[in-house]
């Protein structure tokens, strides 16, 4: 069994930066998903921004949503990437309580 989301945070580069319950961090790329379905309503920024947690996935307002087992294996590890919640002043974004 995969881990649940816990937190996401959208990316500038369209990528969902990721908190697992299992403490990992883990970074979704969205850009091969943009081009189909209610995802290409995604590359509107500020739709992207609303990606949040439900249930133990992530979804977007426009009820976009993906399963938590495509964000656990299709993510990457996020140790050698600049991870928004240590630097928010550049992202202007937060984990969530």
Same mark, same amino acid.
């Given at each position: 069994m995969?881990?649940? *989301?816990?937190?996401?945070?959208?990316?500038?580069?369209?990528? *969902?930066?990721? @908190?697992?319950d299992n403490?990992?961090?883990?970074?979704?790329?969205?850009?091969?998903? @943009?081009d189909f379905g209610v995802f290409a309503e995604l590359k509107d920024r500020k739709l992207f921004e609303t990606v949040r947690v439900s249930f133990d996935s992530v979804e977007w307002d426009n009820g976009a949503d993906l399963c938590p087992e495509v964000l656990y294996e299709k993510s990457r590890p996020a140790e050698q990437a600049m991870i928004a919640a240590e630097e928010p002043e550049i992202y202007g974004r937060k984990w969530h309580d």
């Amino acid at each position: 069994m995969n881990p649940i *989301v816990q937190n996401a945070i959208a990316r500038p580069d369209y990528q *969902v930066e990721l @908190l697992f319950d299992n403490g990992e961090k883990r970074l979704f790329d969205m850009m091969p998903y @943009l081009d189909f379905g209610v995802f290409a309503e995604l590359k509107d920024r500020k739709l992207f921004e609303t990606v949040r947690v439900s249930f133990d996935s992530v979804e977007w307002d426009n009820g976009a949503d993906l399963c938590p087992e495509v964000l656990y294996e299709k993510s990457r590890p996020a140790e050698q990437a600049m991870i928004a919640a240590e630097e928010p002043e550049i992202y202007g974004r937060k984990w969530h309580d």
